[in-house]
């Protein structure tokens, strides 16, 4: 069965600097199309940045130029730059890990637990 699991959040300052990382295991990591999402207390789950098997990359609006998403497939691992932190960044933050495409009955998901980003001063 596979997972992922992240790691790096924390408690920084406004203008501060994190690296969130997402290791998968018991799963073809090369294969899935991974991405970062973000829930902030009130609010409903967002997309932060996604990564596809072949490294294009997507941001929301709210982070492009500040964020940065990677991914080094011989690590199993997935990560997430992130500069010049607002306090409206504080969220628990998910990894996310998909194969296959909506509505393909053989589509393989898996989130993970979250690692809470809190910004302020």
């Known amino acids: 069965q596979g997972q992922v699991v992240e790691s790096g959040g924390g408690l920084v300052q406004p203008g501060g600097s994190l690296r969130l990382s997402c290791a998968a295991s018991?799963?073809?990591?090369?294969?899935?199309?991974m991405g970062w999402y973000r829930q902030a207390p009130g609010k409903q789950r967002e997309l932060v940045a996604t990564?596809?098997?072949?490294?294009?990359?997507n941001y929301a609006e709210s982070v492009k130029g500040r964020f940065t998403i990677s991914r080094d497939n011989a690590k199993s691992t997935m990560f997430l730059q992130m500069s010049n932190l607002k306090p409206e960044d504080t969220a628990v933050y998910y990894c996310?890990?998909?194969?296959?495409?909506?509505?393909?009955?053989?589509?393989?998901?898996?989130w993970g637990q979250g690692t809470q980003v809190t910004v302020s001063s």
């Open positions: 996310n890990a998909v194969l296959g495409t909506e509505g393909n009955p053989f589509r393989q998901e898996y």
């Open positions: 018991g799963i073809t990591f090369s294969m899935y199309a």
């Open positions: 990564i596809t098997k072949g490294g294009d990359t």
